[in-house]
C-alpha cells in the first residue's frame, strides 16, 4: 500500500488554503495522510516549489490528492502531460471535484475488454475481434480526451478571466474619455501607492495614537508589546506613517505658497 499525499493551491497570497486542505481530510477521513504540501503560487507554472517537492518524494503506487483538476494545472499542455507521465509512473491521482479524470477511472477503461463466445468459425472469430479491439481503442481514446478537456477548461477560466479585465479596464478608458478629468475613474493601482491590507491600517491607527513620536505617550518597546507584531513590521510600519506626514505637510506648504 503506497502513500496518500495531499496538494492544496491558491494563486495569490490574499487567498485562503483552508477548504481545500478541509476537503482533502475529509475525502481521506479513514485513510491517513503522510502530509498536505501547501502553495500560494500560480498555476499555470510548473515549477512551483512545494509541487516540485512533492513529485520528488512520490514513488509508485502513491496517490496524490487534488480539490480539483486546477489545483494540479492551469496549463492544459504541461497539465495533460504530467497527468499521463504520473500515470505510467504507477502515480495514483485524485480529483475531488472531477472523479471522471481519476486515474483510477482511466484504469478501468484501459482494462475492460468485452468478450464474446467463439462463433467457431475463424474468420467470424477474427473480425468480431477487430470490431471489439477497436471499440476499445476508441473507449481509451475518449478517456484520453475527457481528461484533456478537463485540463484546457481550467486553463481557459484563466484567459477568461484574463479577458474579462481587459475589458473592463477598455471600457472603463472609454468612459473616462467622456468624462471630466476630476471625474474619471481610477484604471489599477495609482502610480507609487502600495497595498495595504486591513490589518496594517489597524496597527497604523494603534501607532499614532499610543507612540510619543507621534499622538501618544509611550516608547517603541511597550507599543511592540501591547500591538504584539514584530519590531520589523514595527519600524515598517512607523516609517511609512512618517513619509506619509511629511507629504502631507509639504503638500500644504506648497498650497499655501501658490
Known amino acids: 500500500m503506497g502513500k496518500i499525499y495531499g496538494y492544496a493551491r491558491v494563486s495569490t497570497k490574499n487567498q485562503r488554503l483552508d477548504r481545500q486542505i478541509k476537503n482533502i481530510e475529509d475525502y481521506c477521513k479513514d485513510k491517513k495522510i503522510e502530509r498536505i504540501y501547501r502553495e500560494k503560487y500560480t498555476g499555470t507554472k510548473m515549477g512551483r516549489p512545494q509541487f516540485k517537492k512533492l513529485l520528488a518524494v512520490i514513488c509508485s503506487g502513491d496517490t ?17 502531460d504530467l497527468y499521463m507521465q504520473l500515470l505510467q509512473e504507477g502515480i495514483d491521482l485524485i480529483f475531488i471535484k472531477e472523479p471522471h479524470i481519476n486515474t483510477s477511472y482511466y484504469k478501468e477503461m484501459q482494462s475492460k475488454k468485452t468478450r464474446i463466445a467463439s462463433t467457431g468459425k475463424e474468420s467470424t472469430d477474427k473480425l468480431i475481434d477487430a470490431i471489439m479491439e477497436a471499440i476499445t481503442e476508441f473507449q481509451n481514446e475518449e478517456t484520453k480526451e475527457k481528461i484533456r478537456i478537463a485540463f484546457e477548461q481550467s486553463e481557459k477560466e484563466v484567459q477568461d478571466l484574463h479577458v474579462r479585465i481587459s475589458e473592463g ?16 475613474k ?14 496594517a491600517k489597524v496597527m497604523k491607527e494603534r501607532i499614532l495614537r499610543m ?3 507621534f499622538d501618544g505617550s509611550m516608547k517603541d518597546k511597550e507599543v511592540i508589546e501591547i500591538l ?7 519600524y515598517k510600519y512607523k516609517k511609512e506613517l512618517s513619509e506619509y506626514q511629511l507629504t502631507q505637510k509639504m503638500n500644504i506648504e506648497n498650497k499655501n505658497c501658490i
Open 211 to 213: 507612540a510619543k513620536d
Open 186 to 199: 481610477q484604471i489599477g493601482q495609482k502610480k507609487g501607492a502600495t497595498f495595504e491590507t486591513q490589518k
Open 228 to 234: 504584539g507584531i514584530s519590531r520589523n513590521t514595527y
Open 169 to 184: 479596464i477598455r471600457t472603463t478608458q472609454r468612459l473616462n474619455e467622456t468624462l471630466p478629468e476630476g471625474e474619471r
Open 64 to 80: 496524490i490528492i487534488f480539490d480539483s483538476v486546477s489545483r494540479m494545472s492551469r496549463s492544459a499542455d504541461e497539465g495533460y
